[in-house]
T-cell receptor, first 110, second 114 residues
Framework: GEDVEQSLFLSVREGDSSVINCTYTDSSSTYLYWYKQEPGAGLQLLTYIFSNMDMKQDQRLTVLLNKKDKHLSLRIADTQTGDSAIYFCAESISGYALNFGKGTSLLVTP | DADVTQTPRNRITKTGKRIMLECSQTKGHDRMYWYRQDPGLGLRLIYYSFDVKDINKGEISDGYSVSRQAQAKFSLSLESAIPNQTALYFC?????????????FGPGTRLLVL
């Protein structure tokens, strides 16, 4: 399928905000997801947003959705060293599977 | 206990060998998936199953086969392993609720084919 695009790497300092961006492909995707993968572990669902929403906030996480540009972003406030991981954007396709981006490696430095 | 388990966690095998990766889930989900993860390529779907009698090919099914032995078990086989099948393999499950598709992942199996 077509690619979901993400930047491959992001480095931030502890306490700063992190913004991870994603461009998805299917304008009919009903849900968009952010997954987190810590070293040596599987993917864990962080949050998701329904396509009729522009924004969703969950504690330190803010998801913004721009349907016109098919752009999704994840903002992590007050980033901590424990937030260092790979973050995957994913879109639902045909209601049965997820199309994942290649992942953004977030490095949080003290 | 983990909801989605994979065995083995690590495996080294030789070219031409047949191997099986197993996945079990206690979530009671009907849908199960197998993905492979390669550095810089993200996750790619190998096979998926909506229930015990329903098996479907994903994006990269060549060289793989699957078996859905029960609702809780979904195994992936490499009939004749080759080095470019060296990757991290993930099993996932989901409980399709209308249009929302949240997938729950196992811890992964790291496979090295020599």
């Amino acid at each position: 399928g077509e690619d979901v695009e993400q930047s491959l790497f992001l480095s931030v300092r502890e306490g700063d905000s992190s913004v991870i961006n994603c461009t998805y492909t299917d304008s009919s995707s009903t849900y968009l997801y952010w997954y987190k993968q810590e070293p040596g572990a599987g993917l864990q669902l962080l949050t998701y947003i329904f396509s009729n929403m522009d924004m969703k906030q969950d504690q330190r996480l803010t998801v913004l959705l721009n349907k016109k540009d098919k752009h999704l972003s994840l903002r992590i406030a007050d980033t901590q060293t424990g937030d260092s991981a790979i973050y995957f954007c994913a879109e639902s396709i045909s209601g049965y599977a997820l199309n994942f981006g290649k992942g953004t490696s977030l490095l949080v430095t003290p | 206990d983990a909801d989605v388990t994979q065995t083995p966690r690590n495996r080294i095998t030789k070219t031409g060998k047949r191997i099986m990766l197993e996945c079990s889930q206690t979530k009671g989900h009907d849908r199960m998936y197998w993905y492979r993860q390669d550095p810089g390529l993200g996750l790619r779907l190998i096979y998926y199953s909506f229930d015990v009698k329903d098996i479907n090919k994903g994006e990269i099914s060549d060289g793989y086969s699957v078996s859905r032995q029960a609702q809780a078990k979904f195994s992936l086989s490499l009939e004749s392993a080759i080095p470019n099948q060296t990757a991290l393999y993930f099993c996932a499950t989901s409980d399709f609720g209308g249009t929302q598709e949240t997938q729950y992942f196992g811890p992964g199996t790291r496979l090295l084919v020599l």
